[in-house]
């Protein structure tokens, strides 16, 4: 016998679906091939295809009802032709200011992209309704904001709040050449990693959102999704840090990335400087005259315009 939670899902998932067949009937009004209706995990999805770009509708359905998002770039003509059949001109849930914070998700973000020394570091961090509560009592916010002795203060009360609910990947420069030789653009990087981090924490924890700082075409991350991850509602925001989640996956992020400078200065009595600058320039150089370019190798970013400087 169903209990009456079971029947309020059920229902739920049967309005959402009729809502994106009624999207479909007027879809096909204007010409645009739709695909069939495809059931996920929380959402049903259909692909609607343009001359160039190609867009999903999805209609998300759980305890708090139902949600509907466009996902695609949201420049292309098609998008805003979608967007404004189904929503008017408003867009539906790709504004900041219209998203409030989910009670519990999980929040990524990165440290490292743009300083030519050291390591890409990318984490995740899953927190819910206590979690956020605490995180956001002890201060957290942005890491561009917080001072690196700061960082490393707050990095440890976060990790006794959260315990074990946050992944880190972190990418040292060898193996971050290695993989730019391959993939030969940083944000298919940053797309792959964060996927990674969604994943081993969707293995671990339920939740049907995710939060992500926005570094390039949504798709970056959208197409490198695994498993679980292709079943959650994933938002995609520039200057998302103002998410705790998020802001703790940066503060966590850099942590770790000031930990390597940390461990090259007492290796290798290597004072490395942070970000870009004529300092980073000519230490890279010195290192360069001393240690010659393989070593660069273990500390850069090969393929920034400083290597090109140097040489």
Sequence with gaps: MYSQFQLDVNSIELKAKDLITSYINSINKIDYPVSVIEKKQYNFEVTVSGKSDQIKVLVYFGKKGIKTVLQGNVDSKIYHEINNLLFGEKLSLNSLDDFSEPENYIGTDESGKGDYFGPLVICGVFADKKNLAELKKIGVKDSKELSDN????????????????????????????????????????????????????????????????????????????????????????????????VAAASILAREKFCNWFDVQKNKYGLELPKGASSKVDNEARSIKEKFGYEKLNELVKLHFKTTLKII
């Design 150 to 245: 700061l960082i490393k203060k707050i990095s440890l009360e976060i990790k006794e709040i959260i315990g074990n609910k946050f992944s880190i990947i972190i990418i040292t420069p060898e193996k971050y050449n290695q993989l730019h030789e391959k993939m030969k653009n940083v944000n298919r990087i940053l797309g792959w990693a964060h996927a990674k981090v969604l994943e081993n924490l969707l293995e671990k924890f339920e939740t049907g959102e995710a939060i992500s700082d926005k570094f390039g075409d949504e798709n970056y991350i959208r197409n490198s999704l695994q498993g679980k991850g292709k079943n959650i509602l994933l938002h995609q925001y520039t200057k998302a840090e103002r998410y705790t989640a």
